[in-house]
């Protein structure tokens, strides 16, 4: 069974950074594509970024490129979003996903997803 653990989130103010954490295990986690998705409140999940299995190809959404990184640690089967530059509109709860086929940028492309971690940027 895949679990994803997600951790990292919290309040900060505008302009601050954090970085977010997705534990996974229960299968061989470097030979799949990982991805962030983020849920504002009354909004649609959106997705931020993507990863794939070697980690040399990453895609970011455009209300992020440029302030967000994402990145992968095989050895800790662990992927990490840093945020930095963060303002108001990025509050959301953070989720992390992973594929069984090729990155996406579409949820439903995702087969497994974690618990979520509350980002809040205050102005």
């Known amino acids: 069974q895949v679990q994803l653990v997600e951790s990292g989130g919290g309040l900060v103010q505008a302009g601050g950074s954090l970085r977010l954490s997705c534990a996974a295990s229960?299968?061989?986690?470097?030979?799949?594509?990982m991805a962030w998705f983020r849920q504002a409140p009354g909004k649609e999940r959106e997705f931020v970024a993507t990863i794939s299995a070697s980690g040399g190809n990453r895609y970011y959404a455009d209300s992020v490129q440029g302030r967000f990184t994402i990145s992968r640690d095989g050895a800790r089967n662990t992927v990490y979003l840093q945020m930095n530059s963060l303002n108001p509109e990025d509050t959301a709860v953070y989720y992390c996903a992973l594929s069984n086929s090729r990155p996406s940028t579409r949820s439903y492309d995702y087969d497994y997803w974690g618990q979520g971690t509350q980002v809040t940027v205050s102005s």
């Open positions: 229960g299968r061989t986690f470097s030979a799949v594509p």
